[in-house]
Each structure stands twice: as structure tokens, then as C-alpha cells.
């Protein structure tokens, strides 16, 4: 494993039933630190699975996944949580936000899951919504914000723990081609801020723009380079 490698699968399977093909057959890559990398190819070809084994959301049936220095493939549940709550950030197409809270208090949650002190957390959660351009918005509640405003509240939910890594599944799946622009240069901007990305897209302009190296996949294995995916 490189000094630098933030995440790493080694000869990894993922078969949901037996006798299907897999999800994913015998997959090794790598991730630096620092790293925006895309991951595409056509639905069905093992995207989110790969996303959810490097969430820590899934186990692989063989093989093994290094993220942060460490073997997450053989935790324990309340493990995995502990892990995902403090080492991985996420943001999903649809926002997954939670109606009956504030913004502020969506922010907060995955703080308060892993312990942090409220006052610290706040602190932190002022600045980032801040940052997403969207401070004005901490009181109202998410049914009030447009789709681009919501995405910009779920990325603040997912670095208020200051994660190593962040990944994002079809981020601007749920919006129209200008507000994708945006978030689009926004994940940009925290990458070019060291934070290490991956993002599962279909829209291969995202990836051209906004990653450094795009990881095809067909059928749960890497896409010889050159291959459309």
C-alpha cells in the first residue's frame, strides 16, 4: 500500500446471491490522499457497491478494503459506524435530509453521533454553511430550500466531522444542468483544498471537469482504459 493511498481494495468480491454473477469479481484499486477520482460505467456495472464497501455500508464476500490505514472489511458493526462516522463523509442524489429538522440541526447530527461537543460542533457547522453560501438558511427547515440548496446542506452535513474522505453518489443526479455546474465547482474547490474525493457520476462532463482520473467499471471489473463505459 503506497504512503499516500487513502483507500485501497485488494481482490475484492461482492456476490449478493450465490450462483449470480458477482458485483463486483476480484476488483484491486487505490485512492491517494488528496485525490479527486470519478468512477463510472452503466447501471449495473457495480458503482454503488463499490461506493458502499468503501463506506464501510457493505461487506465484500472476498478480498480485502484499506480506507484511512485501516482494514475496515472485518469490523464489527458498531465499528463500521464508529469508523464511518469520524473517517467518511457522504452525500447521496436525493439529499437523504431529515424534513423535521432545521438545516443547522441536519448539519449537527452525524457530530452528534460521534461524540463531538455541541459548542465545537455549532462552531463548525456555522462555518461550513458559510462556506456552502447558505448561513442564511440555518433555521428554516429543508422543505423550504431549492434542490441546490439542499445538495450544499447535505455537504455540510457530510464534512462536519472533517472527514479524510468524502464521497458523493450522483451528487447532481436530482438537478438541473446549471445548479450541477455548481455543486460541481463547489466539490471541486474542497478537493483542491486537500480533501480527498470520490464521486460516482453517469455524467461523463462532470467527471472530465471535476476529477483528476475517472475509474471505469463494466460488469464489476476496471474497464481497459479506452473503453466507453
Do not use: C, W
Amino acid at each position: 500500500m503506497g504512503q499516500d493511498d487513502l483507500i485501497r481494495l485488494d481482490n475484492v468480491t461482492k456476490t449478493y446471491q450465490a450462483g449470480a454473477p458477482p458485483a463486483l469479481a476480484d476488483l484491486s484499486m487505490d485512492v491517494a490522499a488528496g485525490e479527486a477520482a470519478a468512477v463510472m460505467g452503466p447501471s449495473g456495472s457495480g458503482k454503488s457497491t463499490l461506493l458502499n464497501l468503501i463506506a464501510g455500508l457493505d461487506r465484500p464476500t472476498e478480498g480485502t478494503v484499506t480506507v484511512a490505514g485501516r482494514r475496515i472489511d472485518n469490523l464489527s458493526e458498531s465499528g463500521l459506524a464508529r469508523f464511518r462516522a469520524r473517517h467518511v463523509g457522504i452525500i447521496f442524489q436525493f439529499f437523504n435530509l431529515l424534513d423535521d429538522l432545521t438545516v443547522e440541526d441536519n448539519v449537527l447530527l452525524p457530530a452528534q453521533l460521534a461524540g463531538a461537543s455541541r459548542r465545537v460542533a455549532r462552531a463548525r457547522a456555522g462555518e461550513l454553511l458559510e462556506r456552502m453560501g447558505i448561513e442564511q438558511h440555518r433555521d428554516d427547515y429543508p422543505a423550504r430550500l431549492s434542490g441546490g440548496q439542499r445538495q450544499r446542506v447535505a455537504i455540510a452535513r457530510a464534512l462536519v466531522n472533517a472527514p479524510e474522505l468524502l464521497l458523493a453518489d450522483e451528487p447532481t443526479g436530482a438537478l438541473d444542468t446549471a445548479t450541477g455546474l455548481a455543486i460541481g465547482r463547489l466539490l471541486q474547490q474542497l478537493n483542491a483544498d486537500g480533501q480527498t474525493l470520490v464521486l460516482v457520476t453517469h455524467d461523463a462532463a462532470l467527471a472530465d471537469r471535476y476529477a483528476a482520473r475517472t475509474i471505469r467499471l463494466l460488469d464489476g471489473r476496471l474497464a481497459a482504459a479506452g473503453v466507453a463505459a
